[in-house]
């Protein structure tokens, strides 16, 4: 890598500079002149600058040395002046660069401020985001389980009256052999009556089909009775189910709740910290703004024409721009 050495800024640089301001129709400044060399300092091109300007009216040829030597103060009033003036300068570029400074320490401040904010801003985004999936998650785990559960409320309704129905035809086909029994003793005793020489004789087998059909009889009704039992016990399992059913679906639905309670509440945390990063984004570009307004004052200072007022009414300038 080949290095490159720079020279310093010379009086012709200054002049060359100027010249062509004053050709595109810009009054010469500091400012100006540097940007239009491209390099320099504020102290090293004000003097060559004010240079510029006491030769200036040479060039146009609308001085007189005449005039000129009778208009010039003593020398030591030259250059105590040059030296009041140099001491202004430089108490009004201290001035200005501390202000400068200061506004810098503000600006890098309040950007990291906000920075920080935005680092939170995201990371509580981000929050709100995973607790918003968990809460749709869980949201969605609850309407599946409340889905569950009244599908099996279903099945435990359709189970309960096919047990009904069970349970009716037990009681039909009960009243059945009821029935034929009834039907079976009358017409026993019907026998009975018409074939009265006849029970002796008969009264063996009388006795044995009465004891057939009284076990009969007992066997039924142990199955009535079981049936019976079968059934209470069915209904009680059934209330019992139909209540957990219920207990669960009402805290499912409470979780429900709560989960959009709580969604609202973040969407609104959401809203804030937007409408706070909008508050923060305006007084962002309200510090721009007046850093470049302090930039483009002191860039737009006219040293020809601040040579020229009192010496108390400079310090008293310098003073204004430091309390601002």
Not at 113 to 128: D, G, K, P, V, Y
Not at 231 to 241: K, M
Request: net charge neutral.
């Amino acid at each position: 890598m080949h290095s490159k050495i720079f020279r310093g800024i010379q009086q012709e640089d200054v002049q060359v500079a100027a010249d062509a301001l004053i050709a595109e129709g810009l009054r010469p400044t500091i400012e100006r002149v540097r940007q239009k060399i491209g390099r320099g300092s504020p102290n090293t091109v004000s003097p060559m600058l004010d240079n510029w300007f006491a030769g200036l009216s040479k060039r146009l040829g609308v001085a007189n040395a005449s005039d000129e030597q009778r208009l010039q103060p003593p020398e030591p009033v030259q250059a105590a002046a040059a030296m009041l003036w140099q001491a202004a300068m430089q108490l009004a570029k201290h001035a200005a660069q501390e202000e400068f400074l200061q506004e810098n320490q503000k600006l890098d401040m309040r950007r990291a401020e906000l920075q920080n904010h935005e680092a939170e801003l995201i990371s509580r985004q981000e929050a709100f985001n995973a607790r918003q999936i968990a809460l749709d998650e869980t949201l969605q785990l609850a309407r599946d389980q409340l889905t569950a559960m009244t599908s099996r409320l279903e099945e435990a309704g359709i189970l309960q009256a096919r047990r009904d129905r069970e349970i009716e035809e037990l009681r039909q086909q009960l009243k059945s052999r009821e029935d034929e029994r009834d039907a079976e003793l009358q017409r026993r005793n019907d026998d009975a009556t018409r074939h009265a020489d006849e029970r002796l004789r008969l009264e063996a087998r009388a006795t044995a089909n009465e004891h057939r059909w009284l076990t009969e009889l007992d066997r039924e009704r142990l199955e009535v009775k079981r049936v019976v039992s079968a059934h209470i016990e069915l209904e009680s399992r059934a209330q019992a189910t139909q209540t957990q059913l219920k207990t669960a679906q009402a805290a499912l639905l409470d979780r429900l709740n709560q989960a959009e309670r709580s969604l609202k509440d973040e969407h609104h945390a959401h809203e804030l910290a937007k409408m706070h990063i909008l508050e923060l984004q305006s007084s962002l570009d309200v510090c721009r703004l007046a850093y470049a307004e302090i930039i483009k004052s002191q860039a737009s200072q006219e040293p020809k024409n601040s040579r020229r007022k009192p010496l108390k009414q400079l310090m008293r300038g310098v003073t204004v721009r430091r309390k601002l």
